[in-house]
Structures are given as C-alpha cells and as structure tokens.
C-alpha cells in the first residue's frame, strides 16, 4: 500500500519518519523547500533525520496515485485544499491528521472529507501524541476512527508500527469531536495555570471540561465509550497537562498577559468559537467551552473568565 502524507509540518513529517523506519513506502508532500535525495536533520524535529526511504515533493501529481492519503494540515485549512487538490486524488482512503471543527461548516474534519470525497473511506486518527515523541520512537497509542470497518483495519495494519499502536473503533463523531474539544478545554488550563488560579482549579476545569465534551457527543449521536477513551480522556491528560501542547502553551499566554508567538496554529482558538455557535444551535450548557471563546477574542481577562465560572449557580455533579 502506497501511502501520501499531505502536509509536511512537524506531526506529518514525523509520521512519515516513524512509517519510513517501518519499511512502509512514503511520499512526503508539502508546499514549501522539502529536503530531498538524503537523510537530513528536520528543523521541526530536532536531533530526528528523515529517513531515505521516504520520497518528498512539493508536486501533487508525486502523490496523485496513493492509494492511502494522510491529510496533515490544519483543520481549517483542510476544506480548502480538499476543493482545490481532492479530484486530483486517486486515494481509495483518506485520513485526516488534525482537529477541530471547520469554523464554517460546522464540521468535522471526517465529515469534511466525506463531503468533498464521499468515495473514499474517510477516517482519522487521533489521539494523545506529540511530533517529537513519534519521531523520536517513543512509544505511542491513538485512535483511529473508520465507518468502514473493512477499510478501517486495512488501515489500522497499514499505519501502526513497532513503536505505533493504533486502537481501532467505528465511532468517527466521538473521536473527532474529542480531539476538538480538548483542544479548547487546554486553552482553559492553560489560562488558568497563567493566571495564577492552581492545581486544584485545573483539575476541576479538566473533570468539568470532560463533562462537557461527552454532553456534546451524546447530544449529537456519538458514544460515550469513545470520549473515555484515547481519543477523548487520553488527549485531553497530555494537552491540558504538558508545555509541549500549543493550545495548553496559548492559554498560558492569555492567562499571563503575554501576546503568544505569531504564526503558529492554535487549533482550539477556532474551536472554540465554532463549539460556542454549535452549543446555541443545539441549546447546550458549556460553561467552560463558552467562556473560552471570548477570552482568545480579548473580550474577557482569565480573571473575569474564573468569576464568571465561579457565580454560576450550584448544582449536583
């Protein structure tokens, strides 16, 4: 199985490194400079090099015939180069490497592959990992999420690795929607711990946060049992907890006052706005989720934030 990954920032490459150690035949895809022709150090990883066998091009014809594209961009990004590059895919399978819900649509990055590509198997994998540590070889467990269950043990055999394990399930809502939503629920932790609030209020944001991802997946058809699991609880521990995490490290920033470095994607950001027009939608009580959105728009302090969280009214757990 021949397998593209499209998008050659840090998670792309190093899934493209932990696949071309695995013997797997890889093209690297992206739109800048790409080192080609020998191993090379990677700027993203350091002290990773990319292995020989992996090809890497800046060309979409190189990866037109993949069988197996991995989609590594932001989610927001990702309807956009599906309209301008998706028909030029032969790709029996489409992965998507990213999370979030598409600030327009609503969506999630399967649905939005499904509805650019419904002739494809649409999956995605998610989960707790960092770049560096699947490139490094750490060991690593995520979810991968297929409707198809066919395609998605195909997959599931094609992608893991001695050092990648993957936990295959059906329920692509859940797995989408956790990979999403812990990403706004870090911004909060994060903007706690900046702001100076403490242990104790963290985890009372994580448990409460928690509460309110499954709510979300119950009121739009997932199951609950996915949201326990690496994809849901799993991601939300290591983003909410490491300052390897760019959501967690954004909300350190606003917490602290401090403007956050330029240029780098904060997937929960749009997130959380998009999950505060959702909740209106769907007449849901998120709390944590709806404060976040106006706090990465500047419109409240993490001061204000915590009091408003702390005046609601109590109530049973």
Same mark, same amino acid.
């Given at each position: ?138 060991? #690593?467990?995520?979810?991968? *999420?297929? @409707?198809?269950?066919? $395609?998605?043990? =195909?997959? %599931?055999?094609? &992608?893991?690795? +001695? ?101 780098? #994607?904060?997937?929960?950001? *749009?997130? @959380?706005?998009?999950? $505060?027009?959702? =909740?209106? %939608?769907?007449? &849901?009580?998120? +709390? ?30």
């Amino acid at each position: 199985m021949s397998i593209a990954i499209l998008g050659a920032g840090a998670f792309g490459t190093a899934l493209a490194v932990v696949l071309g150690r695995a013997g797997r035949n890889v093209t690297l895809w992206g739109r800048g400079p790409l080192p080609t022709g020998r191993a090379v150090e990677l700027p993203r990883l350091p002290g990773v090099e990319l292995p020989h066998s992996v090809t890497v091009t800046n060309r979409i014809s190189d990866v037109a015939g993949s069988q197996t594209v991995l989609l590594a961009m932001p989610a927001q990004a990702l309807r956009g180069f599906l309209t301008e590059h998706g028909a030029a895919l032969q790709a029996r399978a489409m992965v998507a490497c990213c999370k979030g819900l598409d600030l327009k649509t609503l969506a999630g990055p399967v649905a939005t592959i499904a509805a650019a590509r419904p002739d494809v198997a649409a999956a995605i994998l998610t989960g707790p990992s960092f770049a560096g540590d699947i490139a490094r070889g750490l060991p #690593t467990a995520l979810t991968l *999420a297929c @409707a198809d269950e066919a $395609a998605g043990k =195909a997959l %599931q055999e094609a &992608l893991s690795t +001695p050092t990648l394990r993957l936990y295959r399930t059906t329920d692509t809502l859940g797995a989408e929607l956790g990979g999403a939503l812990k990403n706004v629920v870090a911004i909060a932790a994060g903007a706690c711990i900046g702001a100076g609030f403490g242990e104790s209020a963290r985890a009372a944001l994580m448990t409460r946060g928690f509460a309110e991802m499954t709510r979300v997946a119950q009121a739009l058809g997932a199951r609950n049992e996915t949201l326990h699991g690496l994809s849901g609880f799993g991601d939300l521990t290591l983003t909410c907890t490491s300052a390897q995490s760019r959501n967690y490290r954004f909300g350190l920033a606003l917490g602290e006052g401090l403007a956050f470095a330029s240029g780098q #994607t904060v997937e929960g950001a *749009a997130t @959380a706005a998009a999950i $505060a027009t959702l =909740a209106k %939608q769907r007449g &849901l009580d998120l +709390p944590i989720h709806g404060i976040v959105a106006p706090l990465v728009a500047g419109q409240i302090t993490a001061a204000q934030a915590m009091q408003l969280l702390l005046a609601r009214p109590l109530k049973e757990e």
